[in-house]
């Protein structure tokens, strides 16, 4: 049974090269595109487009690889172009490296059919042909290549319908969700930002009937984004800009905030810290609305971070963390005494001041603008997930920053920053602000130290292994608190805070 298809006009060469362009971005590891067409139907201007993309270098020399047989590029993944229309017999695809190339990289193959049965089950075939003045372009295939270049393609109708359909498309970044961004041009206009945001696939049923990311309140649509975004420009923060929206597929276009870092070279600097510190205060000094709109009748219910929430995300420690410490599941008796502790410590929490919790506020989600003034030095990205939680959290996300080791000196000056702030405007409990502070802290570096095993040990990512101890030195600073004394024990008792290696 033949595949999904689909089929694209080309007009002239500058279409193929888009067309080239929309493959591109959607390539992973793994994934082989089956290239075919009559003479003059636009194969290598595809392929240098596609080259190209992949590669970010618009002037990349892309020789014919009829002679080599094989030609690789590096770029946001290697790509490895083959020509197998002088291959005797297929079985020379070993000496030709195919199986390796594709264990890290995509390969855009020619003369397809002379690979016989060796392409991958979910390869996609491409195949030009002349039609009038320009060329047909016919796409089949089944699985996941496939289903991302369909939505590449749908991405640049989106961009049609915003008067950028002509815009170049380069990889911007991803992140460790579904979503991912392009950087977009047009001649004499500024860059823009495509974000690419599927709805979200929620998991197995893990608790009550419920997945993870239904008790978490993980954002569902790219709606959460838009509704946020509005609520926190019209109370005075720094956003992107939304030019271009398509709520239903999760497609939007915005502004393009700069790529200033918020760390220095790496390092975290006071100064910018005290900044986003003043910035959260003068947030948190605000009253927002909690059904924003994201369009004329959509409104996104700002969910709670309620105890459930709280209690599943730091669940992740024991599911995760514990067994990759001890070599063994947490028992049952663990696992009581773990929530016993975090039921306690949520009951504390009863009376903490909430806000607009953007949940990951850090430095990964902050451009840095030296340029302006203010809080507008300040891009904030990332806040789909935002909830209504405890002020405390976002600054505990941001002092104790997961991706970058804050001395407990820059930390400090960061919390004394905000809590300044706060009581500088009256009616500040700061004493209350500090227990939260170190509850929120414990809570979400428990949950960090899980989610870095579990990238590991789920996902093939043990790269973030090395921020384990980080974390844990993150942790040993949250409960040297009083009202966490109990916790501290715990986890002492069980060897949580032990340095070690996985």
Request: hydrophobic share 45%; charged share 25%.
């Amino acid at each position: 049974m033949a595949g999904p298809a689909l089929e694209r006009f080309l007009a002239d060469e500058a279409a193929t090269a888009r067309f080239g362009e929309d493959l591109a971005m959607a390539l992973r590891p793994g994934d082989v595109l089956a290239l075919s067409g009559d003479l003059g139907a636009g194969k290598s201007t595809l392929a240098r487009a596609l080259i190209r993309a992949v590669a970010d270098d618009p002037d990349l020399d892309v020789p014919s690889p009829t002679f080599t047989l094989v030609q690789s590029y590096d770029g946001r993944l290697p790509i490895h172009h083959f020509d197998l229309y002088r291959l005797a017999d297929a079985s020379e695809l070993d000496e030709l490296g195919f199986d390796e190339a594709l264990a890290h990289g995509a390969a855009l193959v020619e003369w397809p059919e002379r690979a016989a049965d060796r392409l991958p089950a979910g390869a996609v075939t491409v195949v030009l042909e002349h039609q009038g003045d320009g060329r047909l372009a016919h796409l089949s295939g089944d699985g996941p290549a496939f289903q991302r270049i369909a939505r590449s393609l749908a991405m640049r109708d989106f961009l049609g319908r915003s008067g950028w359909g002509d815009a170049t498309r380069r990889h911007f970044v991803g992140d460790a969700s579904a979503r991912s961004y392009e950087i977009v041009r047009l001649p004499g206009a500024a860059p823009h930002v495509l974000m690419n945001s599927p709805p979200l696939v929620l998991g197995p049923p893990v608790r009550d009937g419920k997945a993870y990311a239904e008790i978490a309140h993980t954002s569902r649509t790219v709606a959460a984004f838009v509704a946020i975004d509005r609520t926190l420009a019209a109370g005075g923060v720094s956003v992107p800009e939304i030019f271009s929206q398509d709520l239903d597929q999760g497609f939007l276009l915005t502004e393009h905030l700069g790529s200033g870092p918020f760390l220095d070279d790496g390092r975290p600097m006071a100064d910018r810290y005290v900044a986003a510190a003043e910035l959260l205060a003068f947030m948190h000094g605000q009253s927002w609305p909690y059904r924003p709109e994201a369009a004329p009748g959509i409104v996104h219910e700002v969910p709670p971070f309620d105890r459930a929430a709280m209690a599943i995300e730091a669940d992740l420690l024991v599911d995760w963390y514990v067994p990759a410490v001890t070599g063994a599941p947490a028992s049952g008796a663990v696992r009581d005494g773990y929530q016993r502790e975090w039921n306690a410590l949520f009951d504390r929490l009863a009376e903490a001041e909430t806000t607009l919790m953007l949940r990951d506020f850090h430095s990964p989600n902050i451009v840095w603008r030296p340029e302006r003034k203010g809080h507008d030095r300040l891009g904030i990205l990332d806040f789909q997930d935002a909830l209504v939680g405890p002020c405390a959290y976002d600054v505990a996300s941001l002092a104790m920053d997961a991706r970058v080791t804050v001395p407990s000196e820059i930390e400090k000056v960061t919390y004394n920053a905000y809590v300044a702030v706060r009581q500088a405007a009256g009616d500040f409990d700061a004493d209350a602000f500090a227990e939260a502070y170190a509850i929120m802290a414990a809570q979400r570096n428990s949950k960090i130290l899980g989610i870095f095993v579990r990238l590991d040990r789920r996902d093939g990512k043990p790269a973030y292994l090395k921020h384990l101890p980080r974390i844990r030195d993150y942790l040993r600073r949250a409960l040297a608190h009083p009202a966490l004394a109990g916790l501290k024990a715990f986890y002492e008792k069980h060897g949580i805070l032990e340095e070690r290696t996985l």
